[in-house]
Nanobody, 126 residues
Framework: QVQLEESGGGLVQAGGSLRLSCAASGRTFSSGAMGWFRQAPGKEREFVAF???????YYADSVKGRFTISTDNAKNTVYLQMNSLKPEDTAVYYC????????????????????WGQGTQVTVSS
């Protein structure tokens, strides 16, 4: 059984930093991709970032230059380093994983991922 477990969320002041972690168990994603999405109250879940096994990385425009996604394959874990946080970054952050992908995969849509974590709350105060 595949499980994704997020951690690292919390309350931080604007301008501060947090690092989210997502540990995968039950299988590896060494030929796939892992990503982060977020959902603010009353809004749709939106793409934040992904990283593929080829180390291709892509960010949403809203976080580019402030967030960094990385992986530790030995630990089967993906990280999201979030700097210069803003109140509008407040959301529940979800880890997602795709076990393998083809040439049409873009990685920005929820349906493109097979597995999801339960989410971790990030709150940025002004």
């Amino acid at each position: 059984q595949v499980q994704l477990e997020e951690s690292g969320g919390g309350l931080v002041q604007a301008g501060g930093s947090l690092r989210l972690s997502c540990a995968a168990s039950g299988r590896t994603f060494s030929s796939g991709a892992m990503g982060w999405f977020r959902q603010a109250p009353g809004k749709e879940r939106e793409f934040v970032a992904f990283i593929t096994w080829r180390r291709n990385i892509y960010y949403a425009d809203s976080v580019k230059g402030r967030f960094t996604i990385s992986t530790d394959n030995a630990k089967n874990t993906v990280y999201l380093q979030m700097n210069s946080l803003k109140p509008e970054d407040t959301a529940v952050y979800y880890c997602a994983a795709k076990d393998s992908y083809g040439s049409t995969w873009r990685g920005e849509q929820r349906y493109e991922y097979n597995y999801w974590g339960q989410g971790t709350q990030v709150t940025v105060s002004s």
